[in-house]
């Protein structure tokens, strides 16, 4: 379908088919009609209309268009249909809902916590919110209606469980286990929205909400997960995705097996998310370990792993879930902007920010030599761009706090910190969890967390650097590991391959020039927000369901995406 509805013809000739399979790469042309691709490699004469539109792939790369399983553009898809910058990766379908999330099913009086939580959890403001989000809807299916509309990307949408327990509990959500009769609700509500198009439930085991209590998923039985997987089941699809308790080893392992148990129980996958590397312990081996153990033992049990290492912006101008966790920072930068100034600069509350910044080596044993300055606001401490906090404090004789509280409050708190290369980092350990059949390509986060970092871009950086730079994968095994494998794994039907009936979703490219840009910080978010964004290099050409979408660096306007 084009851009105005209408059907569309489209023959790419001289392409380098990467067909996501993982079979080897073959050169043909694909020819696709009305949203679909209907011949591949040798296009026979009459096999499309007069008239249909030729691309000359000049020897690029053809590949199925590429899936992001871990998003949270919920918020963001109310106003940017294009999930933007996801398109100008090559990405053709994302996935939100994710760790318990969703915009709906959500009563009025409901609609300030639920956006509370996201505030939270995923670092979207309420003032966004308030002037991105419309709130029109109550029910999945009225969500889903709503954005279907002007779609330019595909949506597949997880039912969050935090949301789905409130919708019926009400206050109780985060206050006790469901009774029967309301587990008999949740599964219908959670039924009706898996037949009008949802694709899966998410739950979390760890995360907490605007008031430091944890979210009404926290408060579920396994017994109640259960229920929920069969209802799924009985419908005919649904995946469970859940937050571990990532930060205590014991923990998160215990978590990965109530999953299988959950899996194996409710006869449906079950997807942990993010499984990431440490120098510091071993339990991102020990989580690869138990996956494979778990699914020897029957279970259809997953964890999701990024090939970017866990590099974080800091402004204390914005939110950072790192600095919120500790309870006298979350205080001040809870605080209305020209309060929280004052209230870093205040010697009185230095000692408290001090004593807990304590909380944040612990977590970061490497944090002197990781946390630099970044990019700053001022002419004058130009100089400083780059330098490590600890070294600047050493030649002042200081602390790293009082450095960074300092320099923040001297530039109205608009100083970036960056923190880079603390976690997942080491190129021999995350070759090793992303080649693990275990391990899907996920947890981009991408559309959370947007002014600390940018989530889009780990397709283009998968190709760069792990199969170009590294050569730790084919291109053929990359593309597979980003199309088809999570396609049939998250039951997105019809998606992740190039062959004749699937769906027209196709990404033209130079494996010698890809790669996923700089970080970007620009004001472009309703409420006045900022985010940090990436503009990949060598995408060529982006098709979705038939229509090129991006090309040239830009965006057509057609809006031919679907909810998947």
């Known amino acids: 379908m084009a851009a105005n509805g209408t059907s569309t013809s489209l023959l790419i000739r001289n392409a380098r088919i990467v067909d996501g399979t993982g079979a080897p790469a073959r050169d043909g042309s694909i020819a696709v009609r009305d949203g679909k691709i209907v011949a591949v490699g040798d296009v026979p004469p009459g096999t499309l209309p007069a008239g249909a539109r030729e691309i000359d792939a000049k020897g690029q790369v053809v590949a199925p268009g590429f899936i992001d399983v871990h998003t949270h553009f919920d918020p963001q898809i109310c106003w940017d249909r294009l999930a933007t910058p996801c398109i100008e990766h090559g990405v053709t379908t994302i996935l939100m809902g994710n760790c ?22 995923e670092d ?28 330019g990307i595909n949506v597949a949408g997880l039912v969050g469980h935090s949301a789905l327990r409130s919708y019926v509990m009400g206050a109780a959500a985060q206050e006790r286990a469901a009774t029967p009769e309301e587990i008999e609700r949740m599964c219908g509500v959670l039924q009706d929205a898996v037949r009008a198009g949802a694709a899966g439930l998410s739950t979390s085991y760890v995360d907490m909400d605007e008031n430091m209590k944890p979210v009404p998923s926290r408060f579920a039985t396994r017994d109640e997960i259960v229920a929920l997987g069969k209802a799924m089941k009985a419908v005919g699809r649904g995946i469970i995705q859940t937050v571990p308790v990532f930060f205590n080893p014991p923990q998160q392992l215990e978590n990965i097996k109530e999953m299988a148990e959950i899996s194996r129980q409710a006869g449906v996958m079950c997807s942990v998310a993010p499984i990431v590397h440490s120098a510091s312990n071993t339990l991102w081996s020990d989580s690869l370990k138990l996956l494979a153990e778990e699914n020897a033992r029957g279970a259809r049990v997953y964890g999701q792993s990024m090939p970017r290492t866990f590099d974080i912006n800091i402004r204390l101008s914005e939110t950072s879930f790192l600095l919120m966790g500790m309870p006298a920072w979350n205080e001040v930068m809870r605080m209305p902007l020209e309060e929280r100034r004052a209230g870093f600069a205040d010697p009185a509350r230095r000692a408290e920010l001090r004593n807990q910044f304590i909380m944040l080596r612990f977590g970061i044993p490497t944090l002197d030599e990781v946390f630099a300055v970044g ?7 130009k100089a400083l761009e780059g330098r490590r906090l600890a070294e600047i404090a050493a030649e002042r004789g200081s602390d790293v706090v009082d450095v960074m509280l300092d320099l923040a409050v001297s530039e109205d708190l608009e100083t970036e910190f960056s923190l880079t290369n603390f976690l997942h980092v080491d190129p021999q350990g995350v070759t090793a969890i992303l080649s693990d059949p275990n391990i899907h390509i996920g947890a981009s986060d991408a559309g959370a967390h947007i002014s600390q970092f940018c989530g889009a871009g780990d397709t283009s950086y998968l190709l760069g650097r792990w199969v170009r730079d590294l050569k730790a994968f084919t291109l053929e095994r990359a593309v597979q590991r980003l199309t088809s494998e999570l396609a049939d794994a998250f039951g997105i039907q019809g998606r992740g391959r190039i062959a004749a009936g699937q769906a027209a979703d196709l990404v033209i490219l130079d494996p010698n020039t890809i790669d996923r840009g700089t970080e970007d910080f620009v004001r472009d978010v309703p409420g006045d927000a900022n985010r940090y964004v990436r503009h990949a290099t060598g995408i060529d050409k982006v098709v979705v369901n038939g229509a090129v979408v991006w090309e040239d660096g830009k965006y057509t306007g057609a809006r031919t995406g679907l909810v998947v």
């Open 100 to 121: 318990s999330l969703s915009l709906a099913p959500v009563k009025r009086e409901d609609q300030r916590a639920l956006a509370g939580m996201f505030k939270q959890i």
């Open 124 to 151: 979207i403001p309420l003032a966004t919110f308030a002037a991105g989000v419309p709130w029109t809807w109550e029910t999945y299916p009225e969500y889903l209606d709503f954005i279907r509309k002007d779609l």
């Open 375 to 381: 990019r700053v606001a001022r002419a004058e401490n």
